[in-house]
C-alpha cells in the first residue's frame, strides 16, 4: 500500500530523457458564443408547442410566413399579425419548427458550417448574415407561392445560406474542410476564394451537386404546418443559399486572395488522390 512518504519512483532508463506532460486534448466539438446562442435560442423558442394548441397556431400565424399577407386582392382575409407581420415574418419564420426531427435536421446541418461561419464573421455580423438569408428564402418563397395560406416556418434558408457561404473558404488549405486543416479558430479565418475561382473548383461543384441532391431527396428544411398540406419549400433554401453564396463578402472580414495567390492555396493533398 502505498505511503505519502514513499519516494517518487526512479526512472528505470535514466539515458533517456524524461517525458514531458502531455497538453491537454481540444474538445473534439467547441461551438463559438454565436452559434450556441443561436441554437438556444432556436431550442427556446420551440418551446412553444408546450402551449395549448390555439395560442401555437397564433404564433405560427403571426411569426410564419405566409404568402397570402401580401395579396392586395384579398381586403376581407385576416390573418393574425396585421401590417407588422408583412415586415417581421421575413425572418421570424426561420425561427420556428414543426417538432424536433425538423429542429434537429437544421441544427445537424449547421454544426460544422455555422461553427466556421460564426468564428470568420463574429456574432453581430452571423446574426445579421442568418437574417438576411431568411428573408432571401422567404422572398423566393413568396414569388413562387404568391397565393400559398399555409405559413412557411424553418431555418433551412439560413443554413443553406451559411453552407453556401462557408464553401467560399471551407477547401482552401488550412480551412475546416481542407486535408491540411489548422486549428478551429485558424482554419475559419482563410482567405476566401473569388467566387469565379470556387466555381471553377471542383470540389465546390462537388458539393454543390451534393447539396442540390440531399434536398431533393431527404426535403430537410423549411416546411408548411398543416399536416395535410406539408411540403418542402424548396425555393426558400435555393433563396437563401444563392444569397449566402453572392452576399458572403459583404460580410467577410478576412481580406480577398488574389486569384493567383487563389490557384495556389487552393491545392490540397486531394489534387493528389
Known amino acids: 500500500m502505498d505511503s505519502p512518504h514513499d519516494s517518487p519512483p526512479q526512472d528505470s ?14 474538445p473534439i466539438l467547441t461551438l463559438p458564443f454565436a452559434l450556441t446562442a443561436y441554437i438556444v435560442l ?9 402551449l395549448p394548441p390555439e395560442l401555437e397556431n397564433w404564433t405560427i400565424d403571426v411569426f410564419g410566413f405566409i404568402p397570402k ?16 407581420a408583412k415586415v ?24 460544422p458550417f455555422g461553427s466556421a461561419l460564426a468564428r470568420r464573421f463574429g456574432a453581430v455580423r452571423f ?21 400559398a395560406v399555409a405559413p ?12 453556401a457561404a462557408a464553401i467560399r473558404f471551407a477547401f482552401v488549405r488550412g480551412s475546416f474542410l481542407s486535408f491540411n486543416r489548422s486549428d478551429a479558430d485558424t482554419a475559419a479565418r482563410v482567405p476566401a476564394l473569388p467566387l469565379s ?7 465546390v461543384l462537388g458539393f454543390l451537386a451534393v447539396w442540390f441532391g440531399v434536398n431533393i431527396i431527404f426535403g430537410v428544411g423549411a416546411i408548411g404546418v398543416d399536416a395535410e398540406t406539408t411540403s418542402v419549400a424548396w425555393q426558400a433554401h435555393i433563396g437563401g443559399f444563392v444569397a449566402g453564396l453572392l452576399l458572403f463578402t459583404l ?23
Open 42 to 50: 432556436l431550442a427556446v423558442i420551440h418551446l412553444r408547442v408546450l
Open 13 to 26: 532508463q535514466p539515458g533517456l530523457p524524461a517525458a514531458h506532460e502531455e497538453a491537454p486534448r481540444e
Open 88 to 111: 417581421w415574418s421575413f425572418v421570424t419564420y426561420s425561427l420556428l419548427h414543426a417538432n424536433l426531427t425538423h429542429l434537429g435536421f437544421n441544427v445537424l446541418w449547421l454544426l
Open 69 to 84: 399577407r401580401y395579396d392586395s386582392s384579398l381586403l376581407n382575409l385576416q390573418i393574425p399579425g396585421g401590417a407588422g
Open 152 to 163: 412557411m416556418i424553418g431555418a433551412s434558408a439560413s443554413v443553406s445560406g451559411a453552407m
Open 127 to 147: 446574426f445579421l448574415f442568418l437574417a438576411v438569408t431568411a428573408a432571401a428564402g422567404a422572398l423566393a418563397h413568396l414569388v413562387t407561392h404568391e397565393h
Open 251 to 273: 460580410f467577410d472580414p478576412v481580406p480577398r486572395m488574389r486569384n493567383d495567390a487563389a490557384d495556389a492555396s487552393s491545392r490540397d493533398v486531394s489534387d493528389r488522390i
Open 197 to 203: 475561382r470556387a466555381l471553377r473548383d471542383g470540389r
